[in-house]
């Protein structure tokens, strides 16, 4: 009772000491007027209206002042009050800007809007410059709606989604709020965020996507990297994307002349804006914009449109535009759901002379104070500079009472009781039974989830348990489970078994013992994907999958031993056999089709001896990984780890063999890879790896051991095994046990080459252009080279490859198309 007391007491004075101005903006016509900007005259310290129009401004200062109302499309309004008390409430009408174009002599030689845009461009980084170190508090809003949400996806109940939905199940499904302090310094480029604040509507951990990175939409840059790199309107080659006409002009506040330039695309579908963008005249500095842009441009072809509107104000400690306000609007439509949503940001107290030091700016870009994600009401509605429409106050409420109410043991029981129904599929599609109070599960595996078939095995099913235990909200959990394959041609069953545990989700130590009876790759890199060679035996009659058994044991350990560098481990005792085919079954005839080949990867027409003999050995492989200068973000309950562009990713893995039943048979081989994925801005993205390998000691080794590299012989790729393989490369034409290279290089120009070549470029295809290579001891090298067009398909789904590839491995040369669907999103 005393609590409840002092609480009350605690919001009164609250309430009673706000020192805020308040009131709410419309239009003519007095419909509200959302995302306007509100602040204090010649200063960067602001606001901006609410969905209805509501605002509220801090000031602690009594007397005149002058309070700005600016919004684009509207007159900037400078309202000037004396205020007597707090809070003070001020309501206002803005008018509609009348934004003229007046007659203008226009030379034939270049249009007024391309001398303002050129300008611009000229001098952003001057622009820049001024306010290229500062500070500023940061304010971010998310809200998402959904209309006529599915009761089912795929079989399963979506559920109510929190339980902001009504009878339509439409309504609220994401409310968040972030309050934080931003560091910025232009160069070199640094950011840093604490945050101090953060909810989510319903939510225990309150956190937030509402990062302020992640937002940052610089149309000073030559690309936005958080919208997948599409061309700014001033980048530095806009000229190759853009047209732009002066609509009109009109003066700010300040007199300043304003130019509002309208953006047209050169090419429909291309990484652009549509829109408008604001320009003062003379500064050539923006003074807003108004920009859409499609999932089409995003590379996400499930968004219909997303929408950008920023507002910028004069700064007179700095002569500079800094930007203050920023929404983000979106509309997605994928399978049926239909969510739509913004987000908005106020950046406010700018500092520009902080006093950085160099513990300022480390590689933790993100981190939240003590108790961020525990804040009270009291606390937030002192601290939100954006009033709550009356429609998120009440989910607020409604969800902060369902989260009780969800939390208990007999509601958590009710749902675990529907979602644990045994189903007449279930024992094809698999089941699980949980326990969401006490934190665990038990799951049986269906025959479905590894069906499969090769010719060593037939098809092959696997029924198997595992049983998952939480320990606590911060990654610490343990697992157990055990799996029992059968091949129907071999009559084997063939049974594993695990146990796993992890510590928690900030180096996430990790310890596993696994063992039993398995089948394995020949190549150590798993070269074959089990589905494409169900696809190539059972259409094809080309089992390229070539497999060994062993019986094993292992135990292995990983972390994250210091930032960027993770160290993994694992030691397994085995007892490897051969296997040989046992099947000759096809969906299409051997008439017509080449017969199968042997399980032998080096003799496919011996079907009676194996490349290796049975034989015992033990392997440990120790291994590093180093991310330079890898970026994190420091959650409450986990590290979240976001690497560095700038800098490659560097692999060290040491495998040695040893108690083998034959001592020639034990070997040591160290491995190094390089890889990196550089964003080139305008100009695409390239992506690298160069991997090396070299045995201490060249011995006669078991076949698995060897150094190998990885071949294709599909005739459709994934983006993944693009990267790391060689298109034209039978799968076990290249090993060693000596030493070997390989490298690949790729480039992906995006629209920068072919964007400008007439006709096609309305296309809109992206040109990727390839190199990789391959070194080894006693062999000729083997190189390959391709050029191909990405982004091809119809209207927003435009995601088929297609690659001309040629090799060349001394005198011999081959040439072939490949396919592929681009799934980068």
């Given amino acids: 009772?005393?609590?409840?007391?002092?609480?009350?007491?605690?919001?009164?004075?609250?309430?009673?000491?706000?020192?805020?101005?308040?009131?709410?903006?419309?239009?003519?016509?007095?419909?509200?007027?959302?995302?306007?900007?509100?602040?204090?005259?010649?200063?960067?310290?602001?606001?901006?209206?609410?969905?209805?129009?509501?605002?509220?401004?801090?000031?602690?200062?009594?007397?005149?002042?002058?309070?700005?109302?600016?919004?684009?499309?509207?007159?900037?309004?400078?309202?000037?009050?004396?205020?007597?008390?707090?809070?003070?409430?001020?309501?206002?009408?803005?008018?509609?800007e009348n934004i003229q174009l007046d007659e203008i002599s226009i030379s034939t030689k270049e249009n007024p809007a391309d001398r303002i845009i050129r300008n611009v461009i000229a001098n952003k980084d001057k622009n820049?410059?001024?306010?290229?170190?500062?500070?500023?508090?940061?304010?971010?809003?998310?809200?998402?709606?959904?209309?006529?949400?599915?009761?089912?996806?795929?079989?399963?109940?979506?559920?109510?989604?929190?339980?902001?939905?009504?009878?339509?199940?439409?309504?609220?499904?994401?409310?968040?709020?972030?309050?934080?302090?931003?560091?910025f310094q232009k160069k070199p480029k640094k950011f840093k965020e604490i945050i101090t604040a953060s909810k989510v509507s319903g939510e225990d951990n309150g956190v937030s996507f509402n990062r302020a990175e992640e937002s940052d939409i610089n149309l000073y840059n030559n690309s936005i990297e958080v919208f997948n790199n599409l061309i700014s309107p001033i980048s530095t080659n806009a000229f190759s994307y853009y047209q732009y006409k002066l609509e009109g002009?009109?003066?700010?506040?300040?007199?300043?002349?304003?130019?509002?330039?309208?953006?047209?695309?050169?090419?429909?579908?291309d990484r652009v804006f549509e829109g408008s963008i604001y320009v003062v005249e003379d500064d050539w500095a923006l003074y807003g914009s108004d920009l859409t842009t499609t999932g089409v441009q995003v590379n996400l072809p499930f968004i219909n449109s997303l929408g950008v509107k920023q507002s910028y104000n004069y700064s007179d400690k700095v002569d500079a535009w800094v930007l203050v306000t920023q929404n983000i609007a979106f509309d997605i439509k994928f399978l049926g759901f239909k969510p739509r949503g913004k987000f908005s940001y106020v950046y406010s107290d700018y500092d520009f002379k902080p006093n950085f030091d160099e513990n300022t700016f480390t590689n933790e870009v993100l981190s939240f104070k003590e108790n961020a994600t525990k804040k009270d009401s009291v606390f937030w509605n002192t601290l939100r500079p954006v009033p709550l429409t009356k429609e998120e106050t009440q989910d607020y409420a409604l969800k902060d009472s369902?989260?009780?109410?969800?939390?208990?043991?007999?509601?958590?029981?009710?749902?675990?009781?529907?979602?644990?129904?045994?189903?007449?599929?279930?024992?094809?599609?698999?089941?699980?039974?949980?326990?969401?109070?006490?934190?665990?599960?038990?799951?049986?595996?269906?025959?479905?989830?590894?069906?499969?078939?090769?010719?060593?095995?037939?098809?092959?099913?696997?029924?198997?348990?595992?049983?998952?235990?939480?320990?606590?909200?911060?990654?610490?959990?343990?697992?157990?489970?055990?799996?029992?394959?059968?091949?129907?041609?071999?009559?084997?069953?063939?049974?594993?078994?695990?146990?796993?545990?992890?510590?928690?989700?900030?180096?996430?130590?990790?310890?596993?013992?696994?063992?039993?009876?398995?089948?394995?790759?020949?190549?150590?890199?798993?070269?074959?994907?089990?589905?494409?060679?169900?696809?190539?035996?059972?259409?094809?009659?080309?089992?390229?999958?070539?497999?060994?058994?062993?019986?094993?044991?292992?135990?292995?350990?990983?972390?994250?031993?210091?930032?960027?560098?993770?160290?993994?481990?694992?030691?397994?005792?085995?007892?490897?056999k051969p296997l040989f085919n046992t099947t000759n079954y096809s969906f299409v005839s051997e008439e017509k089709y080449q017969p199968y080949t042997s399980n032998n990867p080096l003799e496919p027409n011996n079907f009676t001896s194996s490349v290796f003999t049975a034989h015992k050995i033990a392997t440990l492989n120790m291994g590093l990984r180093f991310v330079f200068g890898q970026?994190?973000?420091?959650?409450?309950?986990?590290?979240?780890?976001?690497?560095?562009?700038?800098?490659?990713?560097?692999?060290?893995?040491?495998?040695?063999?040893?108690?083998?039943?034959?001592?020639?048979?034990?070997?040591?081989?160290?491995?190094?890879?390089?890889?990196?994925?550089?964003?080139?801005?305008?100009?695409?993205?390239?992506?690298?790896?160069?991997?090396?390998?070299?045995?201490?000691?060249?011995?006669?080794?078991?076949?698995?051991?060897n150094l190998q590299v990885v071949g294709n012989e599909m005739f459709f790729t994934s983006a993944t095994n693009r990267k790391n393989n060689f298109g034209l490369l039978e799968y076990y034409q290249y090993y060693t046990n000596d030493k070997y290279a390989e490298a690949h290089i790729e480039h992906n120009f995006k629209g920068a080459i072919l964007g400008r070549i007439p006709l096609i470029n309305k296309m809109n295809f992206h040109l990727i252009g390839s190199a990789k290579t391959m070194f080894m001891s006693d062999t000729k090298p083997y190189s390959e080279y391709s050029v191909g067009l990405d982004n091809i398909g119809f209207g927003k789904w435009r995601l088929l490859r297609v690659d001309y590839v040629k090799s060349v491995n001394g005198g011999n040369r081959k040439s072939g198309w490949l396919f592929g669907l681009n799934m980068s999103f």
């Fill in 402 to 576: 369902i989260k009780v109410v969800r939390k208990s043991e007999k509601f958590l029981d009710s749902i675990d009781n529907r979602s644990n129904k045994f189903k007449l599929l279930s024992p094809i599609t698999g089941y699980s039974y949980r326990n969401t109070y006490e934190k665990w599960s038990l799951s049986f595996r269906g025959l479905i989830d590894d069906f499969g078939f090769n010719t060593v095995q037939g098809f092959k099913t696997s029924l198997g348990a595992s049983y998952f235990k939480r320990l606590n909200d911060k990654g610490k959990w343990w697992s157990a489970g055990f799996d029992v394959e059968y091949g129907l041609s071999d009559k084997r069953a063939r049974p594993t078994f695990y146990f796993s545990k992890k510590w928690n989700n900030f180096s996430r130590p990790r310890m596993y013992i696994t063992g039993g009876v398995t089948t394995a790759q020949f190549n150590r890199r798993n070269a074959v994907n089990p589905l494409d060679n169900f696809a190539l035996s059972l259409f094809r009659r080309q089992n390229v999958l070539k497999i060994y058994e062993k019986e094993f044991a292992r135990i292995g350990y990983s972390e994250e031993i210091k930032n960027g560098v993770f160290f993994s481990s694992s030691l397994e005792y085995a007892n490897r």
């Fill in 1 to 96: 009772m005393k609590k409840t007391l002092l609480s009350l007491f605690v919001l009164l004075i609250s309430s009673m000491t706000i020192a805020q101005v308040k009131g709410k903006i419309t239009d003519t016509k007095n419909e509200p007027l959302s995302f306007v900007s509100i602040y204090l005259d010649k200063t960067t310290k602001g606001t901006t209206s609410n969905d209805n129009g509501d605002y509220f401004l801090e000031t602690n200062k009594l007397g005149k002042q002058i309070i700005v109302f600016q919004f684009l499309g509207y007159k900037t309004l400078k309202k000037e009050v004396n205020i007597t008390s707090f809070p003070f409430e001020l309501n206002v009408k803005l008018e509609q």
């Fill in 128 to 183: 820049t410059d001024k306010y290229a170190n500062y500070t500023a508090k940061f304010y971010s809003r998310g809200l998402t709606r959904i209309k006529d949400l599915p009761k089912k996806f795929l079989g399963q109940e979506v559920g109510d989604l929190g339980g902001g939905l009504d009878s339509t199940r439409s309504g609220i499904i994401y409310l968040s709020e972030t309050f934080s302090n931003i560091s």
């Fill in 631 to 705: 970026k994190y973000l420091t959650y409450p309950d986990s590290k979240f780890n976001i690497g560095n562009e700038k800098y490659p990713t560097l692999n060290l893995n040491y495998r040695k063999t040893f108690a083998a039943d034959n001592a020639d048979f034990n070997s040591d081989v160290l491995i190094a890879t390089l890889r990196q994925d550089v964003n080139t801005g305008n100009y695409g993205e390239l992506f690298y790896k160069i991997r090396a390998g070299a045995f201490l000691k060249k011995k006669d080794i078991p076949f698995m051991d």
């Fill in 249 to 269: 002009t009109f003066y700010d506040k300040n007199g300043k002349l304003i130019n509002k330039i309208k953006l047209i695309p050169r090419r429909k579908n």
